[in-house]
């Protein structure tokens, strides 16, 4: 492909690419930690399963950063990395992207899961203590872990030889340091 038939990849687009490549790997790695760790046909304590709550909210989040709009309105474009998601495959970030809507990055009322008793502190204590129950179940399967295996290193694939191909036709726009601004900046 020469420089001419390469699309224009926007300093933004860029940024989102290289970032998008990190983000999955982020989320890939939670992925194995998770599947390494957990067995979804046993029993486990609340700790642990928080343990492997915190896996799969990271692997919901950082695969879903990606797709987000920043606040340029920038966000991964799959036609620009050349995957075409199959049905399933869609059909797991459609679902993810809900969780982390919904769920996981936001706590929409609609979506929360508890059961509040009270508790009776006793005989010689006229009062009563509020008890909150959560779900505490992981909300994907061992079907999903292995669809989204796939298809983070498929999108990894995609990103990379994005990458080789801009770097070929504009190996200058590659020594680069980006550093962010810094917090106080931002809020100030």
Known sequence: ????????????????????????????????????????????????????????????????????????????????????LTEAEKEIKDRLLYLRNKIVAHSDSEEMHYKGVTIDLGEDVNFQAPLFIYDEGLGLSTHDHETLELLLKRLMRGIAATLFSLCRNDPERFDTYKKPRSFREQSG
């Not at 390469?6 to 194995?32: C, G, I, M």
């Not at 343990?51 to 987000?68: A, D, G, L, M, T």
């Open 1 to 84: 492909m020469s420089k001419s038939e390469f699309p224009k990849v926007s300093e933004e687009q860029f940024h989102r690419l290289v970032y998008s490549n990190w983000d999955f790997q982020q989320a890939l790695s939670a992925l194995t930690f998770l599947m390494e760790d957990c067995d979804l046909n046993e029993k486990y304590n609340k700790v642990d399963l928080r343990r492997f709550k915190c896996y799969e909210n990271q692997v919901i989040i950082s695969f879903c950063r990606p797709f987000s709009p920043s606040r340029s309105g920038v966000h991964l474009s799959l036609k620009l990395i050349d995957v075409r």
